[in-house]
């Protein structure tokens, strides 16, 4: 087994303890806790936090990835063209709204709850994916894309069997990083009362108990590491396929 | 037979081809050469509507090609370009069977057709099959280039310099490769290049294109014979007209009776070869042999008379 493979093992061996079985990290935690307090946060099951942290990642992500592709697919038309500098602006600005503006505008809107937080982690997340997906499907093979057209295929068997696949690697790497940055922008949405493990983090930092933050803090951060790994993982065995074939 | 019939394309009120007509018959390779810029790749590209003529029309068979959708005849019609331009995230065999697949033959079919074809070019189907393009040599995908525009049956193939990015060896290779298996299967070629060489080793009949125009279209032994234009002449180049005249011809055109001492040639091959032997090992004839048995010799006197025939 290789150094990285060993590395990945027991950091989700880790991930994993930390998230099923808190108590065994009382002593670890025990010097960073107030003075008599609680050590290990037990007013929500770590594991239905985690769950429901990765979910509203995974939607907002999931729904990001959809909008974000379907327009860079639109721009890289000819007919649609025209509107890539209109697209490129609207993802832009989805990006510099900071999540946390995003979150105190839509309360009003959308009532507390993970509402405003899958709105701001979608809105964050489509700048990324849009921004691959439009470099991907712009720098296709030149002569493969010459061989679609002339050996017959139709506008959408080009787009679906040859220009998608082809790009598929560029745009995932958008999607990781969409992904990794709303992994650690979802713990603020506990503000507003979603459910994720944001809420063990503003426990800690509300009551003072640090073992509390660090104990949030790990959990999302090591999900981070380990979802951005797998993701890493699968991006290079696409593009050695078509990297060998360059 | 393919008509192409006054076929036009101006671009920014320049003509990239200007009224170019020619008819290419069934069963045989037509070359089009030229410069870069001469328009040989836009007439070729207008014959199967990648660029829309301006006015003029192909006929195939006697069909107008505006008679069928667009995507229907490119299906109908070959294509092999530079650079293979082979999808690399499919396999050997399903780049092959793209055309076959798009036409909805049954999956078996497909698959006897792709190991016919592999074998054809010498690639033990077993061996390459599955493989991906990135994993084959220059050759090997320029192969499969040509495996994919044949793979259907087309009732023509478009080739545009489909061997401009191999090597000289392997593309002397590939030229010959390219001969065996047209003469084995009949098809109709149409290919386009800047190599007048190419052309004429490949060629039934050469067409000339310069500046838009087709300046000549006639059989290689004629165009190197009787340039039509100052441009076909230089194309053709001054000095080595000779040996190209010579290439084209073979052995067993003027072999004489009798055996003689020496290295023996095969009757298949080019009086240019059969001379380049005779220089090299300084003698003034050669034994002539096919399949194993002596057929006569041939002699460098005989060889100097033909190439003087065409003066």
Redesign the interface.
Known sequence: MSWGAALRAALIALLLALVLRPDWFEPLFAPAAPAGGPVIYERASLLSLSLSHLGLVALASGAATLVAVTLAVLVTRPAGAAFRPLSRTITNIGQTFPPVAVLALAVPALGFGAGPTLVALFLYGLLPIFENAVTGLSSLPPSAMEAARGIGLNRRQRLFQVELPLALPVILTGIRLSVVIALGTATIGSTVAARTLGEVIIAGLLTNNTAYVLQGGLIVGLFAVLIYDALVQLERRLARRLGVAG | MIEIDAITKVYDGTPAVDAVSLTVETGTITAIVGTSGSGKTTLLRMI?R?VEPSSGEVRINGEPTTGLPK?????RI??A?????????HSVARNIG??PR?LGWPRDEIRARVDELLELFSMPPDAFRDR????LSGGQQQRV?VA??LASRPDMI?MDEPFGALDPIIRTRAQEDLKRIQQALGSTILIVTHDMEEAIQLGDKVAVMDAGKLVQYAAPAEIIAKPATEFVAEMVGGVDRPLKMLSLVPVSEIVEEGAVDGPAIGAETSLRDALSTCLWSGRDALRVEREGRVVGHVTLAAIRARAEAHR
Not at chain 2, 82 to 89: E, R, S
């Open positions: 199967n990648l995507v229907t005849l490119r299906r070959g294509y370009i530079q650079g293979h331009g082979l999808f690399p995230h793209a055309v798009l991906y393009p990135g994993e280039g994919r525009a478009l």
